[in-house]
């Protein structure tokens, strides 16, 4: 008689891994995974064990969360926080975004918003206060700064005025992820501009299968965005 072998999965992170990947507060990782923040710091500190099949849940969720590049909150203003040069303080948005970059000294790829900005296809908002990037999990010791995830593949970055970001698909992806937090005017704007730029035409647009829905409802926005 043949032997069976039964492959059991087993966690490879623990909380406290989870939770740098992400990018997370104690609080934030709470929040967004709907656990007791007294849970969580107990689990960390080893006061409690999790049980081992709610951490391959978690780790399972935390890895696609990591993909899909979700937050769950808003970051909100600390004063122990260091500022970033304000919006309202530049003439234009790359000059402000050049002055943000030198700030904060490390390497780091503009997304979302700041993405659309570079790309030119938006011109943001004078009292900006959200910067939306790729970088080191530390940049969040800076107030308004919102870290998507520590890397993002190279296919999917630009280079351009000395600034690196995301390109157009990656850009409506993370937005399409962030819909619940995020200010939808910039993407809609930018959508709108490549559809009219582009023969009408959404043509070079793509969006991974899980966001064609909202990425249709998206499209729909755009195409009236500049009759409304």
């Known amino acids: ?24 507060t104690q609080s934030e990782f709470a929040d967004r995974y709907h656990i007791p923040f007294r849970t969580i710091q107990n689990w960390e500190t080893g006061v409690r064990k999790p049980p081992e099949y709610i951490m391959i849940l978690l780790e399972h969720q935390v890895k696609e969360d990591l993909v899909n590049r979700r937050m769950s909150v808003l970051p909100k203003y600390d ?13 234009g948005s790359l000059s402000w975004l050049k002055a943000v970059q030198n700030r904060i000294g490390e390497d780091i790829v503009f997304a979302l918003d700041q993405a659309l900005m570079c ?12 910067v939306w990037l790729y970088g080191d999990t530390s940049l969040s010791r800076f107030n308004g700064v919102a870290v998507l995830g520590k890397k993002v ?7 351009k005025n000395g600034l690196r970001f995301t390109n157009l698909n990656r850009t409506i992806s993370d937005a ?20 009219f730029s582009n023969g ?20 729909q926005d755009a195409k009236s965005y500049y009759n409304s």
């Open 1 to 24: 008689m043949g032997v069976l072998n039964v492959y059991k999965e087993v966690p490879l992170m623990d909380i406290r891994e989870m939770r740098a990947e992400l990018g997370d």
């Open 79 to 91: 004063p122990k926080k260091a500022d970033l040069p304000r919006r309202k303080d530049y003439i």
């Open 119 to 130: 790309q030119g296809n938006f011109g943001g908002r004078n009292d900006e206060y959200i």
């Open 153 to 159: 593949s190279p296919l999917c970055v630009l280079e």
């Open 176 to 195: 399409l992820a962030n819909e619940s937090i995020l200010d939808m005017q910039g993407i809609t704007e930018a959508v709108s501009r490549y559809y």
């Open 200 to 219: 009408e035409s959404f043509d070079g647009l793509s969006v991974a299968p899980e966001y064609q829905d909202a990425f249709e409802r998206l499209a």
